[in-house]
């Protein structure tokens, strides 16, 4: 596996889709980046409003407990800064927008770490809900952003003439990898990340817990750990 200790502290940027994305991804992660002196910021593409069963629904309400929750579950890690760019929750697609928009927060925040979740449909026994097409959306959009729009200066021209400068971003995480390649030791924080996915309370269900300790456990074991999380590591010079 990858030795990430050479890379001095900066700034992560998160992109995501939804609010509890980011916890349930690779919250025990973001808890120890954090504690290594890294400074994260998620983006969240959509607010969330249809993460409700309630058929009489008010979807502006269901977008400000998503949010508080997510505000709340960021906080619980040590996440500097949350932002929302509040595309609609499950009909997200990869646009040309969307790509915009990404592209002017990596050049904003000039990121030594990106994390984003994976574009690739996985197919699997955990089932569809990983496989959110929002998931995927967000991600392609993220990677699409990195490469090659954040780092051309002539792509998206506006983003320049407005002092958004072009960035290459060192090193890009995927989550949800059916192929991952960079295994983080997370057993000192994982209580931080069930802590953390608590706060997604409109969510979670009984039970949630343990489902996300057998997951970091299991990953764990193969890799002689008590706990881990997993991703893809793509380098760009
Ligand atoms: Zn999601």
């Not at 050479?6 to 940027?13: A, F, M």
Request: proline share 6%.
């Amino acid at each position: 596996m990858s030795d990430l200790s050479s890379t001095e502290p900066g700034t992560v940027l998160l992109i995501a889709a939804h609010p509890d994305d980011p916890e349930f991804g690779c919250g025990a992660t973001i808890a120890r980046w954090v504690q290594e002196g890294w400074r994260v910021v998620y983006v969240l593409c959509t607010r969330g409003e249809q993460g409700t069963h309630d058929v009489g629904a008010d979807l502006e309400a269901v977008k400000r407990t998503r949010e508080a929750e997510q505000r709340a579950a960021a906080a619980v890690l040590g996440v500097a800064e949350v932002r929302f760019l509040d595309y609609p929750d499950g009909l997200l697609e990869p646009t040309l927008a969307l790509r915009k928009d990404l592209t002017r927060e990596i050049r904003r925040y000039r990121p030594q770490r990106l994390i984003c979740q994976s574009p690739n449909r996985i197919l699997d026994s955990r089932g569809l809900r990983r496989n959110h097409p929002d998931h995927m959306a967000a991600g392609a959009a993220a990677l699409a952003a990195v490469y090659p729009t954040a780092s051309t200066p002539h792509l998206f021209p506006e983003l320049l003439a407005a002092g958004f400068a072009p960035w290459i971003v060192p090193e890009i995480y995927v989550t949800e990898s059916a192929d991952p390649d960079v295994i983080i030791d997370v057993s000192e924080t994982l209580d931080q990340k069930i802590a953390a996915l608590r706060c997604h309370a409109s969510q979670v269900r009984p039970g949630f817990e343990d489902r996300v300790r057998s997951w970091a456990r299991e990953l764990g074991e193969r890799h002689g750990l008590r706990a881990a999380e997993a991703f893809r590591l793509i380098r760009q010079e």
